[in-house]
């Protein structure tokens, strides 16, 4: 008979070795390229938030800058001796503020003319109204000016979220403008009541033009803070922010009042009150205004922490998942190899007869065609019967 031949065992290919480690890496490689990307997002995010505060700081140290230098201006102006005091302790304070953080926000150049400045406005001599008006002026335009460049350095003018961006435009930009145009409006006023009468018409233009570049910002102020206290998620920000809001409002209309010239003239004295009225209610508006800018600056840092965390643990469990995964094949292959290295057990031929099967005749017994008769029980082998047949007892 034919017998088949055994199986040989097939030994496993170079793809099937290194399929379980592709298969690891495919899932692998895009699920680290998602958590790096989302790291790197949250990173970027934390850091801008982190130095938006910076900004925030610097602007809290030039208010009373701001502040300072307004009141110095009126009272240069109206002819009364200028506190140095309070102008000297700002400046210091911005100095230190600066010598901390002003090489980070690219603002120690511009700071170093601006204190220069103000020291020399400190140092100088009171002259004519009309030339300290000018001067004054040309610091106090510098000083707008590094407003602008601690928000743009610090990032403050790409706030994402809309709330913090109003909060950062009306602290960062409008209240110091307002302020700033409505200290020269009224001492604008003060020195129109002295100028000749030739000069009334130019007073005029010019009390115009100044009364509008303080009425716009103080407006936009308004309007931006009741916008984000609008879309704020916070429960705070509209019960610290609108009573200080609603008490600079009030102050402000009673300045464009007094402002408004009635027939070609205008009450300096009315107006130098609602002057101190608005930057009275400025000073106490400011700090709220940062302070819960601030907070939200803190609150987005730490929700930014949570996301990390989140991305840390996603990421963890992913390569532990990976890494039972990868065990689990690598078991697979390595059961796979023992099974390939065995030995094959040898071919058996279908006639072969396991040894000591005892249900199974003896080597050498012939065929099963080739079986003996069976004889009766109890008879003998007799040669000579062997001779007839079985009807020769009927012949």
């Not at 110091?176 to 030739?198: F, I």
């Amino acid at each position: 008979m034919t017998v088949p031949a055994p199986r040989v065992r097939r030994r496993p290919s170079m793809v099937g070795r290194l399929l379980p480690l592709l298969l690891i890496t495919a899932l692998l490689a895009p699920v680290g390229l998602l958590l790096t990307q989302t790291w790197r997002q949250t990173g970027d995010d934390r850091d801008l938030a982190a130095r938006e505060r910076l900004g925030v700081q610097y602007l809290r140290a030039l208010a009373p800058v701001t502040g300072a230098l307004v009141d110095a201006q009126s009272a240069a102006v109206g002819g009364r001796p200028v506190s140095r005091e309070a102008l000297t302790r700002a400046v210091e304070e911005a100095a230190a503020v600066d010598g901390r953080i002003g090489a980070e926000l690219r603002s120690q150049e511009r700071w170093a003319g601006l204190r220069a400045k103000l020291e020399a406005l400190r140092d100088r001599v009171p002259t004519d109204p009309e030339s300290a008006y000018t001067a004054y002026g040309e610091v106090s335009d510098l000083l707008l000016a590094l407003h602008r460049k601690v928000r743009e350095s610090s990032g403050l003018v790409r706030d994402p979220g809309a709330d913090s961006f109003f909060l950062q435009d009306s602290a960062g930009q409008e209240l110091p403008e307002a302020v700033v145009s409505a200290g020269r409006l009224a001492d604008l006023g003060t020195l129109a009541a002295r100028r000749p009468a030739d000069q009334r018409t130019r007073s005029l233009l010019e009390l115009t033009g100044l009364r509008v570049a303080a009425l716009t910002p103080a407006t936009d102020l308004v309007d931006n803070l009741r916008a984000a206290v609008d879309s704020s998620e916070s429960t705070d920000l509209g019960a610290n922010v609108l009573t200080p809001l609603d008490t600079y409002q009030r102050s402000v209309e009673a300045l464009a009042a007094s402002s408004a010239p009635a027939a070609g003239t205008l009450d300096p004295a009315r107006l130098a009150a609602a002057r101190l009225d608005a930057h009275t209610a400025a000073l106490q508006l400011q700090p709220v205004i940062l302070g819960e800018l601030d907070a939200l600056l803190v609150e987005r840092i730490d929700g930014l922490d949570r996301d990390r965390w989140v991305t840390i643990g996603a990421g963890a469990a992913a390569v532990l998942l990976l890494g039972w995964l990868g065990a689990l094949l690598t078991a697979a292959t390595r059961r796979a190899r023992r099974r390939a290295a065995m030995p094959a057990p040898p071919a058996q031929s279908r006639d072969s007869t396991p040894p000591g099967d005892p249900w199974q005749p003896p080597v050498g017994a012939g065929r099963p065609g080739d079986a003996r008769p069976l004889q009766p029980v109890g008879a003998t082998h007799n040669p000579e019967s062997a001779q007839w047949g079985p009807f020769d007892a009927a012949r």
